[in-house]
């Protein structure tokens, strides 16, 4: 089975810390995914990777970068902390075509 | 970008009956995927239907499609207490993930 790993389930920042959220996977995926849900607006993509240091930009990635030095590893990465981003963060993973695997989630509050 | 959308947003229904869902989405599809969330964990995938194809079953899980009114259905038979969880529709955009509507929370009463 595969296996998405979320470093966090909580997660307490201050407004304008830098905040990483990491994420791994076991199964060799090529593609990795970062999403927030919301209440109301569902899950929105943030930012997304098909390979080790390639990124594209979801449909929300204001205020967020990722990083992807190695291919099991997909890092999301807040550069000033808004209350705005206080929100549910999930990473999924997938081989190309297949259906997306998703870890628990990392509910990140900013205070 | 919204794609799909579920009706109705939320559902309650006795243990055993069967549970509907539906998802209709704007443009046109390679795949549509339905996922289940249980409160406060991450999206588990359920079943995976192809454009080409009208229908799929897996367990007590029925799916069709229907790519001329670009709608979906979910049909959950002989619901159980563990069903209760949010479902969602998400739809294949090229190569850039999935887009997911907000999603049906269903509640399964014993």
């Known amino acids: 089975d595969v296996k998405v790993t979320q470093s966090s389930r909580y997660l307490v920042k201050r407004t304008g810390e830098k905040v990483f959220l990491e994420c791994v996977q076991d199964?060799?995926?090529?593609?990795m995914f970062w999403y927030r849900q919301d209440p109301g607006l569902g899950l929105r993509l943030i930012y997304f990777s098909y390979d080790v240091k390639m990124k594209e930009k979801g449909d929300i990635p204001e205020g967020y970068s990722v990083s992807r030095e190695k291919k099991e590893r997909f890092s999301l990465i807040l550069e000033s902390a808004s209350t705005n981003q206080t929100s549910m963060y999930l990473c999924?993973?997938?081989?190309?075509?297949?259906?997306?695997?998703f870890g628990n989630g990392t509910r990140l509050t900013v205070t | 970008s919204q794609q799909g959308e579920e009706d109705p947003q939320a559902l309650s229904i006795q243990e055993g009956e069967n549970a509907t869902m539906n998802c209709s989405y704007k443009?046109?599809?390679?795949?549509l995927q339905w996922y289940r969330q249980n409160s406060g964990r991450g999206l588990v995938h359920l079943i995976l239907i192809r454009s080409n194809e009208r229908e799929k079953h897996s367990g007590r899980l029925r799916v069709t499609l229907d790519t001329s009114k670009k709608s979906s259905s979910l049909l959950i038979t002989a619901s159980r207490a563990a069903d209760t969880a949010s479902y969602f529709c998400?739809?294949?955009?090229?190569?850039?993930?999935?887009?997911f509507g907000k999603g049906t929370h269903l509640i399964i009463q014993p």
């Open positions: 199964m060799d995926h090529e593609n």
């Open positions: 998400a739809t294949a955009r090229g190569a850039d993930g999935l887009t």
């Open positions: 443009t046109s599809i390679n795949n």
């Open positions: 999924a993973s997938r081989i190309d075509g297949g259906p997306l695997h």
